[in-house]
């Protein structure tokens, strides 16, 4: 079952972010998924990035015990994560888990989006939304003229769509002063 945008509002209302957070992965969400939680990405270039993904990181996911092709599968959830990258951005007593359940789970998927936007954000010294969003799919572009230009129009109408000013692309990002277990601690039992 998928649960749309007026959960996820919920949960983020919950979750301990701030209010531009919450708006920022409402925004991701818009893009990333429609609002439907349990998208799924599994095209041939989603596939090879997220078995790129798992090779990066075969020697850590390896003591999980979990066979390779669950890491190799792709993206989804309400914020598009790799499965290979999505148990890293979680505390350490979930990352063993199926990716599949993570990035499905609202409240772990959540709580990796929020671990992967403070990484996203230290990475890449970006503040705005446009950078922050443009850097979601590809970090190491976040700040570049030509990616933030020619995603810039992508953004400003979908900011429209949300129903937000245009100018909203622009808006700075504080701190995100929290961080994946306190999301969790949270949120758990309210999904």
């Known amino acids: 079952m998928s649960v749309g945008r007026a959960e996820l509002e919920r949960l983020l209302a919950e979750s301990g972010l701030p209010n531009a957070w919450q708006q920022f992965l409402v925004f991701v969400a818009a893009g990333e998924s429609g609002f439907h939680s349990t998208a799924l990405n599994d095209t041939p270039g989603e596939a090879k990035a997220s078995k790129r993904g798992y090779d990066r990181n075969a020697g850590r996911l390896a003591a999980c015990g979990n066979p390779p092709s669950w890491y190799a599968v792709g ?10 990258y999505a148990p890293f951005n979680l505390p350490d007593e979930y990352r063993c888990m199926n990716p599949a359940d993570i990035v499905h789970d609202p409240v772990l998927s959540i709580a990796a989006a929020v671990s992967f936007a403070r990484y996203l954000k230290g990475v890449s010294n970006s503040d705005t939304v446009v950078s922050m969003r443009a ?24 900011a429209t769509k ?7 692309v622009d808006s700075v990002l504080p701190a995100v002063g929290i961080d994946a277990a306190g999301v969790i601690a949270n949120l758990k039992g309210t999904a």
């Open 75 to 84: 993206s989804g959830g309400w914020f598009g994560m790799l499965y290979a």
């Open 135 to 158: 850097g979601w799919g590809w970090p190491a572009k976040a700040n570049d003229a030509t990616r933030l230009a020619g995603r810039r129009p992508v953004y400003v109408k979908r």
């Open 162 to 168: 949300l129903g937000w000013p245009p100018s909203y």
